[in-house]
């Protein structure tokens, strides 16, 4: 049983800078990739990051490069996502997965077929 446990969402004030932590079990992980999704409030969820488990590979759509960082710690099976200079747009529920990569035209992303239950980051102005 696939078990995605996330943490470290909080309130945060402008420009500043979280860590999400992802805790994983019940995956066979050399063959997953894991990453990280974001919703808004009357919004899609939207892809943010993901890294390939054997190896390390990031991937990011345009839109994420640059602010967002993932990382990952074998020993721990645990995934990051290091958020810096914060914005108030980046207020969402961020939720970790699992599953399989896929590229397009437009870059690689990630294709979930394991949730964590979410956890919220508000960025106030």
């Known amino acids: 049983q696939v078990q995605l446990v996330e943490s470290g969402g909080g309130l945060v004030q402008a420009g500043g800078s979280l860590r999400l932590s992802c805790a994983a079990s019940?995956?066979?992980?050399?063959?997953?990739?894991m990453g990280w999704f974001r919703q808004a409030p009357g919004k899609e969820r939207e892809f943010v990051a993901a890294?390939?488990?054997?190896?390390?590979?990031?991937y990011y759509p345009d839109s994420m490069k640059g602010r967002f960082t993932i990382s990952r710690d074998n020993a721990k099976i645990t995934v990051y996502l290091q958020m810096n200079s914060l914005k108030p747009e980046d207020t969402a529920v961020y939720y970790c997965?699992?599953?399989?990569?896929?590229?397009?035209?437009?870059?690689?992303?990630?294709?979930?077929?394991?949730w964590g239950q979410g956890t919220q980051v508000t960025v106030s102005s």
């Open positions: 019940g995956l066979t992980f050399s063959s997953y990739a």
């Open positions: 890294i390939r488990w054997s190896g390390g590979n990031t």
């Open positions: 997965a699992a599953g399989g990569l896929f590229t397009t035209a437009q870059g690689t992303g990630l294709m979930p077929q394991s």
